[in-house]
């Protein structure tokens, strides 16, 4: 198989994750790529467009369960990733995060079978939300990897299902089309054809497959689903650090 046939396999397996929980392409398939040898801008610019065109679509099927949360974003996360990208894509930098963002990961999946931590938790985010989300959006422009920051916040926040993939999916929407406006300015060669069918694929994924698990897969079988992509994706980091 060519890399480019590699890179859709790479799309289409995780826009079914991406379908389920609003998140998925970004926080899986970049570091799948960089792993497989693709360039940083490159894998990026063949992971934006389908990931904005399933939130998109998400967003604007749960749109009426989208709180405050797309202005929190705009106004603490936006100027972090913008800030995150011109140091990745136009200054070359080469900053690894996966300890931290496995650590929160793996401590708020802990915190999902304890009610009296998972309450100090959002407790907590509630008192330094501003910093979190600053924070958040400059760890999201420097790897790609806010989505598990973006998973942890948003479950603080809401426990049914719809609500819990139409914000995390709202949120990932400004995220992207914040890094999208950032890579077209800076490298706009890395955008072609390609791309286009990458965001058709990952649209075909979510209509015909993932779509099809979301509706029928019941609130706790969501939260317990959650709490293990948090968990696997925490050890997944992990062991790329430490290994």
Not at 54 to 62: E, P, R, V
Not at 75 to 101: E, N, R, Y
Not at 126 to 132: I, M
Not at 139 to 158: C, D, E, W
Request: charged fraction near 10%.
């Amino acid at each position: 198989m060519d890399d480019y046939g590699v890179l859709l396999g790479v799309v289409a397996v995780f826009s079914v994750v991406h379908s389920l929980f609003g998140v998925g392409l970004l926080v899986f398939g970049t570091p799948t790529l960089l792993a497989l040898g693709f360039p940083f801008e490159v894998a990026v610019a063949n992971l934006l467009p389908p990931s904005f065109a399933i939130s998109a679509l998400q967003s604007f099927q749960g749109r009426r369960h989208v709180g405050r949360l797309g202005a929190r974003i705009l106004a603490w996360c936006v100027p972090g990733i913008v800030l995150g990208m011109f140091l990745v894509v136009g200054g070359h930098w080469v900053v690894d995060v996966k300890g931290v963002v496995a650590a929160a990961l793996l401590f708020s999946a802990a915190a999902r079978f304890s009610k009296r931590i998972e309450a100090w938790l959002g407790s907590l985010l509630e008192r330094v939300t501003p910093l979190y989300l600053a924070g958040m959006g400059f760890v999201h422009g420097l790897s790609n990897m806010g989505g598990g920051f973006l998973t942890i916040y948003v479950g603080t926040l809401y426990r049914e299902k719809d609500a819990i993939r139409a914000n995390i999916a709202f949120g990932y929407l400004i995220f992207v089309a914040a890094q999208l406006a950032v890579l077209g300015w800076l490298r706009p060669d890395v955008f072609d054809l390609g791309t286009l069918a990458a965001s058709a694929l990952a649209l075909g994924v979510y209509l015909s497959v993932g779509q099809f698990l979301y509706l029928r897969s019941s609130r706790a079988l969501y939260q317990h689903a959650i709490t293990v992509l948090m968990a696997s994706y925490g050890i997944v980091l992990l062991a790329q650090a430490v290994g």
